[in-house]
Each structure stands twice: as structure tokens, then as C-alpha cells.
């Protein structure tokens, strides 16, 4: 018999296989991590974009997106105090706008603090210490977009998506998901454009600076209120949760109140 034939010999091949094969496959991640990492930045972009109502996936040419996003200033929030991090203490945070994933820190603990039952209202468990915002200006350095990270949970899990304001910080522009796992057709009609459609121009804050905004089934008339999903109270009971979370103070009013000295 010769030596190829023999247990030694196949196991030899099957761990030159092995070996080839893993080489392969970790060189092939760390090629690919680089356009992985850029298509994970594109698809964010286009959300942010689409939130405000300046992308629209079946007209727009992937090619303008940077050019559009190149719009948008990321900042970031202090949630408590409302307020921009400045240099320093982005530095010292080792926090970079532009590259800062604040769902990668959800659970952190030097980033984020557990939130009390009666609290978590949007079922989020912990909320960021500090969260990316998106502004765009005009020359005059006037704030026309706010687009503001939002996130709760829905009936099959947390949603992630993006509210869009105008500058006065109360009026929608848009709102977006990009990632969620409600049913098809039912929670997950989220996405339908009809659906959000129903958002431009409502008003979120009232008079008295109270997050008035809510989805409500067979309601949507006022300039508070967005109809609910039909068949889907409970994805439409987690949209309403997190926009009152996100907008109050547990999450952006604060910064809100104060870019618009309200
Ligand atoms: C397989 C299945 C999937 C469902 N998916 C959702 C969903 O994604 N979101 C939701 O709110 N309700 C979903 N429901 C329906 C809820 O159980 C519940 O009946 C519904 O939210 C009530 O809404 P309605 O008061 O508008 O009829 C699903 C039901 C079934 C049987």
C-alpha cells in the first residue's frame, strides 16, 4: 500500500486541506472587511437621507449619495445634559462623530445606564449616554434637518429607524426603519411608503413643550396623531412608545429645547 493510501497519509491531506482552506477564508474577511464596513456607512446614509425625505431608493442614483450625505454634520449629544460634546470631551471619550455606533455601545456600561421599568418605556433596557444627531444647515448657518436616531421595541423585537425634523425641532420631516423583524404586512408595513407618507408635517411637541405626537388606530387626522397599522397594535403601540421616549427627556427633548430656546 502506498503511503497516500494510508490513515496517515489521508489525514495529512485532510489537515492540508484544513489548513489552505481557513487561510483562505480569514484572508477573504480581512479583505472584504474594508467594503463591508463602507456598505454598512452607505446603507446607514442613504436611511439617514431617506428619513429626511432626500433619497428615494427607486430614483436616486447610488453615485449622488455622498454628495447629498456630504449635507449632513453628525454631532453628538450628551442626552442628559442636551447638549453637544465638545472637542474635549470627544477626545477624552475617544468618540469620532463620524465613525461613533451607538447601538455598538447600547449595553456598554461606561456608555450607557440601565433604565428603570417605569423608564423604559420603548423597551430598550439601557439608553446611550450619547447619541448621534445629524443636522444640515443653510449659509446662514440656520438648521433645516434634524435627523435623531430612534429605537424600541416592536412585537418581535427592537426596531431601529430615524425621525426626521425640520429646524424648529417640533415639525416631521420623515421617519425611516432600517432594521426591524416585524411580520410582512403586518408590523413590518413600517416600511410602506403610504404608510410613512402619513408623517411629514405633524407636530410633535404642544403647546406647553409635552411630546403630543402619537400613533393611533383609526386617528391620524390631527396634527399630533398618525394612524396606526391596521392589524398591528402592538408594532404600532412600540412606534408610539419610542417616539415618546425619544422625544421626551429621557431622550432628545432636552437637546431639542435647547437648539430651539424653547
Ligand atoms: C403570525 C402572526 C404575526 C403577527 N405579526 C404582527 C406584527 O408584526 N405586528 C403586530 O402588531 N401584530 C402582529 N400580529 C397580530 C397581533 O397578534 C395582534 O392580533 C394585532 O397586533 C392586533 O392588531 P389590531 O388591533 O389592529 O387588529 C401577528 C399575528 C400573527 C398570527
Known amino acids: 500500500m502506498s503511503s497516500k493510501d494510508s490513515v496517515g497519509g489521508t489525514l495529512k491531506v ?31 446614509n442613504k436611511n439617514i437621507l431617506a428619513a429626511a425625505g432626500m433619497y428615494d431608493a427607486a430614483v436616486t442614483p447610488e453615485s449622488e449619495v455622498a454628495d447629498l450625505f456630504a449635507q ?3 454631532r453628538i449629544v450628551d442626552l442628559d445634559a442636551g447638549e453637544f460634546l465638545d472637542e474635549t470631551r470627544l477626545s477624552a471619550l475617544g468618540i469620532d462623530p463620524a465613525t461613533y455606533d451607538q447601538r455598538a455601545v447600547q449595553n456598554a ?37 434634524i435627523v435623531l436616531p430612534i429605537s424600541g421595541y416592536g412585537l418581535w423585537g427592537t426596531m431601529y429607524g430615524y425621525l426626521a425634523l425640520e ?65 398591528a397594535s402592538l408594532t404600532s403601540r412600540g412606534v408610539d412608545n419610542m417616539i415618546e421616549f425619544w ?4 431622550g432628545f427633548g432636552p437637546f431639542l429645547d435647547n437648539l430651539t430656546n424653547r
Open 247 to 250: 422625544m421626551g427627556p429621557m
Open 72 to 74: 449632513f454634520t453628525p
Open 109 to 145: 456600561a461606561e456608555f450607557s445606564d440601565a433604565l428603570s421599568g417605569e423608564e423604559d418605556i420603548a423597551g430598550l433596557k439601557r439608553r446611550v449616554r450619547y447619541a448621534t444627531v445629524y443636522l444640515v444647515s443653510d449659509a446662514n448657518g440656520e438648521i433645516q434637518d
Open 14 to 44: 485532510a489537515l492540508l486541506l484544513c489548513v489552505v482552506c481557513s487561510i483562505f477564508i480569514s484572508s477573504a474577511a480581512v479583505i472584504l472587511k474594508p467594503l463591508q464596513e463602507a456598505n454598512k456607512t452607505l446603507d446607514r
Open 167 to 231: 429646524g424648529d425641532g417640533n415639525t416631521v420631516k420623515g421617519i425611516g426603519y432600517y432594521d426591524q423583524k416585524e411580520t410582512p404586512g403586518l408590523g413590518g408595513e413600517v416600511v410602506n411608503p403610504r404608510w410613512k407618507a402619513l408623517w411629514p408635517g405633524k407636530q410633535v411637541y404642544d403647546q406647553n413643550g409635552a411630546v403630543a405626537l402619537s400613533v393611533v388606530k383609526g386617528g391620524g387626522q390631527g396634527i399630533h396623531q398618525v394612524d396606526g397599522l391596521s392589524g
